[in-house]
């Protein structure tokens, strides 16, 4: 197994990996490769999966064909089948399926793997390789796909034995889906799937490499509740761990214990609601002025499944000198990993904020309990000294903010939002009210571009009965955009909103800030007034609905149009000012102290204090 997330991990998703409820379906019958991996698929309860065909998997799809349950996806690109599998995912908590022939097939899957691998998605992806004796001959359509995906899959088989396929595929299901998740990669020999086998379903699963820890240790525990019952100035950082241990709903009850400030991460936004009293927003680069200075003037951060990203502590040698940290992690190799822990507590987050309530209570219990009302009064100032904002762009354009936020507010919280990555990635985090977890779907770790449309797809057949919106970019868009096509076609009416600025807009940005304005390859369009491509005829040449809105007063309407048609895809070109900025900002590699609220304008923290 790859890398160190396989060890000491806990099972937070019991029924991931096993079994459905009526269990494998004739054990000890005779079929081929290619069918009893159709058949593991079933016994698994995998009801979709996303992939294209081709010719060392083409085995496979015959007897798919013939699933009565499990239905396939055909996609336009083999990223599109990747991000889609985590956009199920994340949707849905259960591994995400996608599949690839051999050579650039595979290859085409490594960015979603190592998307999914960053920000620990359960994703099983399954790829065909050439048959056996041609391994390792440079054969045609060969590719070492699990030598390529090593450092970015939690773990990965090449299987050339057709008797082993349900094995795999049940231990696959299970260590995607546990403990840390992450993505796991079969790779099955073509001759593998050809060949007949009898079908033998693993009546327990023997992982000697992969032991997991079901319960945070004690002591750890007992300490952390002392630390947050004597410290002055806490802060809960919450990270997207708690999203995947499904936890949101006992931190919100260790967070109304406590009444401790809480931050929440880019991929765990939704974990706490945005309207909760305690919540000061996101941290980080571009994240709130009162979460990151809660974050810098803190005495003790509890970190619960975050891993102290370069993007949350800016210059790390600088980040909160004076707190104390617990950090509570399932992957032990997070911890101390960046920051220093004082507190390590190895553990599933929700087994960890079970615990913390539990050692809290008997606290409060013995007398003791944290006086924080001067440091709510602090941390008060600064929610109402410096609230998220935006400049209004010159008199008849678009801010995109508003866009944004309008969406946010129309579509309401029980929509699914997707975004790609870029400056409309940040507006997205913080302008939508995150109010339920699992509604917010994004690339955070490697911050893929193009992750929006294929994420909203997989999202939106994991959820038909929801609304997804996709917010992505104009450069983002044109990625992937021909997974437009995949929706039409399978009934996936999933919503666009591209944020239009004509621009790769984070990097023309920092082009402004740091390169004097210097724009270098940044302009997506060649003249003032082209649209190429026109989104609006794009969309439509795939069977979608297109509308464009390029003036303020059209926005409401306009959102209201795409929410009023439920049959098809709607793309919605708005067109913005090209030359608004994701503020508060912190410059990369500098401290959290110089977090600026617009252009050279950093708060005084002297006259603040």
């Known amino acids: 197994m790859s890398g160190s997330r396989t060890a000491n991990e806990t099972a937070r998703t019991p029924s991931a990996g096993q079994p459905t409820a009526s269990g494998p379906r004739a054990t000890g019958e005779t079929m081929t ?30 007897p798919l064909m013939d699933s009565p349950s499990v239905r396939h996806i055909l996609v336009r690109h083999e990223q599109g089948a990747g991000h889609a599998a ?45 048959a056996t004796p041609l391994i390792g001959t440079d054969g045609f359509q060969e590719a070492d796909i699990s030598g390529i995906t090593l450092p970015i899959t939690k773990h990965n088989y090449l299987v050339t034995d057709p008797a082993d396929i349900p094995r795999v595929l049940a231990e696959a299901f299970h260590i995607a889906g546990t403990g840390r998740p992450g993505p796991v990669l079969v790779d099955v020999a073509k001759d593998a799937l050809q060949a007949n086998t009898i079908f033998h379903w693993p009546a327990k699963l023997d992982l000697p490499g ?10 750890q525990i007992r300490e952390a509740a002392r630390l947050m019952v004597t410290s002055r100035s806490p802060v809960l950082y919450v990270g997207g761990g708690v999203i995947r241990a499904r936890a949101a709903q006992v931190l919100r009850k260790l967070v109304d214990l406590t009444g401790i400030p809480v931050v929440t991460t880019l991929t765990a936004r939704g974990a706490l609601p945005d309207s909760h009293p305690a919540h000061l927003g996101m941290p980080g680069m571009h994240g709130t002025v009162a979460a990151v200075t809660a974050l810098q003037k ?77 440091w709510w009064t602090q941390v ?33 919280p029980e929509s699914i939002f997707v975004s ?136 409401d309407a306009t959102i209201e149009k795409a929410m009023s048609i439920d049959d098809t895809p709607v793309v919605v070109d708005f067109v913005v000012h090209r030359d608004a900025m994701v503020w508060p900002m912190v410059p990369a590699g500098v401290s959290n102290d110089n977090i600026q609220i617009a252009r050279d304008m950093t708060p005084d923290w002297d006259r603040d204090l």
């Not at 992969?210 to 002591?219: D, F």
């Open 298 to 374: 803190s005495d003790l951060i509890v970190s619960l499944g975050a891993r102290f990203d370069d993007r949350v502590t800016g210059k790390l040698n600088t980040f909160a000198p004076h707190a104390v940290v617990v950090h509570a992690d399932i992957d032990p190799a997070e911890i101390s990993k960046n920051r220093t822990a004082d507190v390590p507590i190895v553990g599933d987050c929700k087994d960890v904020i079970i615990e913390l309530i539990n050692a809290v209570e008997s606290e409060h219990v013995a007398g003791r309990k944290a006086d924080l009302e001067r």
């Open 33 to 62: 490769g290619a069918q009893s991996l159709v058949r593991s698929l079933e016994t698994l309860g995998v009801d979709t999966v996303f992939g294209i065909p081709g010719g060392a998997v083409l085995p496979l799809y015959d």
């Open 210 to 219: 992969y032991r997991p820890v079901s319960r945070p240790h004690g002591k």
């Open 420 to 555: 790609g990555v870029g400056q409309h990635q940040m507006w997205s985090s913080q302008f939508i009210r995150h109010e339920r977890p699992n509604a917010w779907i994004t690339s955070g770790g490697l911050g893929t571009m193009g992750f929006g449309v294929p994420a909203a797809m997989g999202a939106k057949a994991a959820q038909p009965d929801r609304t997804v919106w996709t917010i992505d970019g104009d450069g983002c868009f044109q990625m992937t955009n021909q997974e437009l096509a995949t929706c039409v076609i399978n009934n996936i009416p999933i919503k666009v909103a591209v944020i239009n600025n004509s621009s790769l807009g984070m990097v023309r940005q920092w082009q402004t800030l740091f390169y004097e304005q210097r724009y270098s390859n940044t302009d997506l369009h060649t003249s003032v007034g082209n649209r190429i491509p026109d989104f609006v005829r794009l969309a439509e040449a795939y069977g979608c609905v297109g509308l464009r809105c390029e003036k303020p007063q059209d926005v």
């Open 380 to 412: 008060g100032s600064w929610r109402t000294t410096y609230p998220l904002g935006y400049s209004e762009p010159p008199a008849g354009e678009i801010a995109p903010q508003h866009v944004i936020e309008r969406i946010g507010e129309i579509s309401g």
């Open 86 to 130: 985590e956009g199920y995912a994340q949707a849905t908590g259960r591994p995400g399926v996608c599949i690839a022939t051999s050579g650039p097939g595979a290859t085409n899957l490594v960015t979603p793997i190592a998307d999914a691998y960053m920000d620990s998605v359960p994703m099983v992806a399954i790829t065909g390789q050439v």
